[in-house]
Structure formats: structure tokens, C-alpha cells
């Protein structure tokens, strides 16, 4: 018999067994490629135990068998367990060095950002876009992508917290975002010639094929390696070499190291690298 997991002595709600649990493993790992932690357990439980009640289903045994028959719940399975974290010019020399980079380019024709989550970094990136090139329509295409489709609604809306920006400078606040009133009091959003700089797209990093074009002068893909293991690492910073234009540049997580891969990309900056070609 296998016994249930127990984070606390609490009888939970639902039946959720160890081999549940290394079945969810299992099952992110393949359709995303995220290698989840044997710490995560209750993270796991706390976040699908939202689905099964919506569901009405009454163990996770049974859920995952119907995940694994359905595809609209696998979207939702995703959406669950993917860990959204961002901030506006989070990790800032990432955008000072972008507007170097855009300084010393001034041909740059497209960035993409690849895990855009609720879209405060690519705003970021658009906001340093428009401020090096004093101009909402510079002849750039910025795309970006996430396989959450539930942070891409919220990002596409560009509807945010006002704390949220209360770190950026009065200039920014001015220039980029409009005051909420009335039941948006207490909100901001992005000014509609910013959100037009920026095209949100699905894309799971796993999938075979991606809606990306190229060559692609910039990337930012920040924290999203490190829940991959070594081998897919590798696979998909190779893919994104490739797409890249010889003298680009790839921007990486604060956690984030690829000097084990000196065939793929050199360092030219603090967890900045350009591609080997």
C-alpha cells in the first residue's frame, strides 16, 4: 500500500499519495520540462487541490488520470505549477545593459523575452526600447511568450498594482502608465502606445515548434532554466543559439550559469552571454 503524503496532521481534503505525487512529476516534466523538486509536495497538493475542487473530483488519483485525457485540463495542470515571480526592472543592470547594447546596435530588429509571466519584464524592456530610441514605434518587434496562459490575459491587459511601481522613477511613472480611477483606484496601466511595442504569444519552451522568427538580436530567458535539468538546459539554450543573430545577446537569471557550455555561448556581462557561432 502506498502511503499518504502528510505535511501536516491535519487530515486533508483529498486522497494524495507519494505515487501521486511522482506521477505529477512525471507528468509536468514531460509536457513542460520542469523538474520539480521532492520538496514540492505540498506545494503540489495546495495548488491542484484548487482544480479538483473546481472539478469536483475527490483524490488526485483520479484527477491525473483525467489530466492525462484531457488537454484543456492539462493547460490548466500547467497554469497550476508554473511559478510566476517578476517585478519591473527586476535585476536593473540587466536594463542597463540593454540600453548599451541598443546604443551601440541601433539596427536591433527583434528581442524576445521568453517568460514573459505577467508582462512586467517586457514592458521593462519596451520602456528601455522607447527611452534609448525616444520613440514608441522604433522598427523593433519585441515578443513575448510564457506557457501560462493565464499570466499572458493578465500581462496583455497591462493592468497593475500601483506599489508596484512605486520604485520607478517619476519620469517612468509619467511617461509609461496611466492612473486608475474609479474601481481602478489604486492601479495603474500600461499606456496603450507602450502595449502596442509588445506581442504576447503561448509558447511552451518542450513544443517542437516555436512562434518565434528569426535571427533574434536579443533574448531575456531569466529563471526559467534552472527548473530544467542539465540535458534540456542544453537542448533548449541550443535551439535559441540558433535563432540568434551572430553578435547577440542572451540574458540569463541571477541564478543561472551556462560557462559549462562554452560551444553555445561566451559571458560578455554579469549571467550575459553572447552565442557561439
Known sequence: MTAVLQASPVQREFAYSRRDFERVKKLLFSQAGINLADSKDAMVYSRLARRLRVLNISSFKAYLTFVAQNEEEMEHFINALTTNLTAFFREPHHFDALSTY?????????????ASSTGEEPYSI??????????????????????????????????????SIAQLSLQHRQQFFYKGKGKYRGKVKIANELRQMVRFEPLNLMSPSWCVEGPVDIIFCRNVMIYFDRQTQQKILSR????????????????ENFTMYPNLVTPMGKTIYRPVT
Open 240 to 255: 535559441m543559439v540558433t535563432l540568434m543573430a551572430p553578435n547577440g545577446m542572451y540574458v540569463a537569471g541571477h541564478s
Open 102 to 114: 541598443l546604443k551601440a546596435n541601433p539596427n536591433v530588429k527583434r528581442i524576445w523575452c521568453a
Open 126 to 163: 519596451a520602456m528601455t526600447v522607447a527611452s534609448v530610441f525616444g520613440s514608441f514605434s522604433p522598427k523593433i518587434s519585441i515578443l513575448a511568450t510564457d506557457i501560462d496562459s493565464k499570466v499572458l490575459h493578465i500581462a496583455r491587459e497591462g493592468v497593475y498594482s500601483q506599489s
